[in-house]
Nanobody, 128 residues
């Protein structure tokens, strides 16, 4: 059975940092793409960042480039999202996702989210 469990969310002031973690199990982590999506209140879910574990290719949404960093620990089957210089616009529920294909066609990181597996989300709130 596949599990993705996010942690690390919370309340932070504008300009602050948070590190999200997503511990996974039940699939071959090294062969999958893993990603972070977010869903602000009353808005659609959107792709934030993705990494294809097979070759380390990464994707970042324009809104987070230079501020967020995705990384993985293959020994722990865990994906991280380091978020720096946080802004109130980053406030959302952040979801971890995994897909056996790539970040674009499989994960849907640039369009309609389409990952095979999802976590339950962790709330990130950035105060101004």
């Amino acid at each position: 059975e596949v599990h993705l469990v996010e942690s690390g969310g919370g309340l932070v002031q504008s300009g602050g940092s948070l590190r999200l973690s997503c511990k996974t199990s039940g699939f071959r982590f090294r062969n999958y793409a893993v990603a972070w999506f977010r869903q602000p209140s009353n808005k659609a879910r959107e792709g934030v960042s993705c990494i294809r574990n097979a070759d380390g290719v990464t994707y970042y949404a324009d809104s987070v480039k230079g501020r967020f960093t995705i990384s993985t620990d293959n020994a722990e089957n865990t994906v991280y999202l380091q978020m720096d210089s946080l802004e109130p616009a980053d406030t959302a529920i952040y979801f971890c996702a995994a897909d056996p294909l790539d970040c674009i066609s499989g994960m849907g990181i640039t369009g309609t989210p389409a990952a095979d597996y999802w976590g339950q989300g962790t709330q990130v709130t950035v105060s101004s």
